[in-house]
T-cell receptor, first 113, second 113 residues
């Protein structure tokens, strides 16, 4: 089954404790992206990657890092989480935005205390 | 820069009634347009998309949308809604050659029996 898998789905952590949210897709997509969803703000892009070893900032990259060492994986790293990073995070992948659609994971709800 | 405005944050309707969810966008260049649906505790999935051609686009679950270039709108419609259509709906735009989707703030559709 074609899917985007995120882990963990739920996480409560404390300020400053490094964490990684993993994302893996099995569709051989070149494009992957991370979004955060906050009430009243819709989804905002954090980082995206057009291919292996190619990443770029989205609209809200502060406090986040990403890497793309393999085509299927695109982890999101919070080196020193803060309460304003409490949010619902979505990973998505696509063959290419110009002609295709984004396939989303089920989301990771992160709470930073 | 491109932006998307969903004019209603919440839309309550009765079952079997028609519904229209409004979306306006701004962009200085040609765009691709999308509607996504998010059911409770799930990721987003594509309802329909406009890439080119006919301005009336049909999607899944009986939804359709019309691209109006002069009014920069992409409103979503369904002639008769069901309880199962209760969800949050997001309009999104991508500029030709860009590498991100810009999402609206979302419209929560509530179906009352």
């Amino acid at each position: 089954e074609a899917q985007v898998t995120q882990n963990p789905r739920y996480l409560i952590t404390v300020t400053g404790k490094k964490l990684t949210v993993t994302c893996s897709q099995n569709m051989n997509h070149e494009y992957m992206s991370w979004y955060r969803q906050d009430p009243g703000l819709g989804l905002r892009q954090i980082y995206y990657s057009m291919n292996v070893e190619v990443t770029d900032k989205g609209d809200v990259p502060e406090g986040y890092k990403v890497s793309r060492k393999e085509k299927r994986n695109f982890p999101l790293i919070l080196e020193s989480p803060s309460p304003n990073q409490t949010s619902l995070y979505f990973c998505a992948s696509s063959l290419g935005l110009n002609t295709g659609e984004l396939f989303f994971g089920e989301g990771s709800r992160l709470t930073v205390l | 820069a491109q932006s998307v405005t969903q004019l209603d944050s919440q839309v309550p309707v009765f079952e079997e009634a028609p519904v229209e969810l409004r979306c306006n966008y701004s962009s200085s260049v040609s765009v691709y347009l999308f509607w996504y649906v998010q059911y409770p505790n799930q990721g987003l999935q594509l309802l329909l998309k406009y890439l080119s051609g006919s301005t009336l686009v049909k999607g899944i679950n009986g939804f359709e949308a019309e691209f109006n270039k002069s009014q920069t709108s992409f409103h979503l419609r369904k002639p008769s809604v069901h309880i199962s259509d209760t969800a949050e709906y997001f309009c999104a735009v991508s500029q030709w050659g860009a590498q991100k989707l810009v999402f609206g703030q979302g419209t929560r559709l509530t179906i009352n029996p």
